[in-house]
């Protein structure tokens, strides 16, 4: 029996390290153990378990666990036994199993984040992106650009944080009157302005309020609007995200970059429905 920290961070390392080299010492050179982890984002741990209940039984020799690491929850699949082909189509058997349940939920395996996967996305069907950020401040920018090879699907980013800003890339002065700056109708006028301005074939946008102040009652803190523009469609959602200022700034980024990658994957962008709306 081994006993290891909850922190995931630390659990995944010694797992990594120590338990398996260890189990394996133990139990002999033939003992094959095989793991793979689904990352999931949009669903929460409690309703993860509800949803994958049941999944594996009748597959011998498969564990689960749960491991969530905000913003999102992982699930490690690991498969024991002596027939290296045997554990191998267990794995893949058990994968499928959880893929059925929560499978639209799964952006990627092992060692793939979020913005990787976009970017590959974005690659495979040669299409470019453009940005245009205000409370997100830059995030979802740094986040794709620490992908090797981004610079040939991220055309420009905008980080238009002031007013003045978001007219100077293109957004009319009388919408921001009329409407605010974090408004619906104030993030399609920016999503379309990078756009037009850059050339690329899609773009994103964020605007709202990451916090502590400048919340109202019509839009406290955590408010988010997001516009994709593609072609010449403009779609715009709202979020509400609870936490610090961090906090909302790194769920928007993601909440951005999966509304993007299931856009790419063919899911129609009006529909798209996670716990924050």
Known sequence: MVFLPGVPRELERMLEESVIAMVLEHCGSG?????????????????I?????????????????????????RLRLTVRGRDPQEVASTLER????????????VYGIDQEDMETVVVRLLGQQGKVLALAESCTRGLIAHRLTNVPGASKVLNRAYVVYSPQAK??????????????????????????????????????????????????????????????????????????????????????????????RRFLLGEDPARYTVPWR
Not at 49 to 73: F, H, T
Not at 197 to 216: D, W
Request: charged letters at 20%; hydrophobic letters at 40%; glycine letters at 12%.
């Open 31 to 47: 003992f094959q153990v095989c793991s793979r982890t689904l990352k999931i984002f949009g669903l929460s741990e409690a309703k």
């Open 49 to 73: 378990d509800q949803m994958v209940k049941g999944a594996l039984e009748g597959l011998d020799g498969v564990s689960l666990a749960s491991l969530p690491q905000y913003p999102e929850n």
């Open 94 to 105: 058990a994968e499928a199993s959880l893929r059925e349940r929560v499978g639209p939920w």
């Open 167 to 260: 007219q100077d890339m293109g957004v009319p002065p009388s919408l921001l009157e009329e409407h605010g700056t974090v408004s619906a109708r104030a993030a399609e006028a920016m999503a379309t302005a990078a756009a037009a301005g850059s050339g690329a074939h899609l773009a994103i946008s964020t605007t709202g309020v990451a916090g502590p102040t400048g919340g109202t009652e019509e839009h406290p803190v955590g408010t988010v609007f997001m516009a994709m523009a593609a072609g010449r469609e403009v779609w715009s959602q709202r979020f509400r995200f609870r936490g610090g200022r961090g906090n909302i700034k790194t769920m928007a980024s993601t909440v951005a970059l999966d509304w993007l």
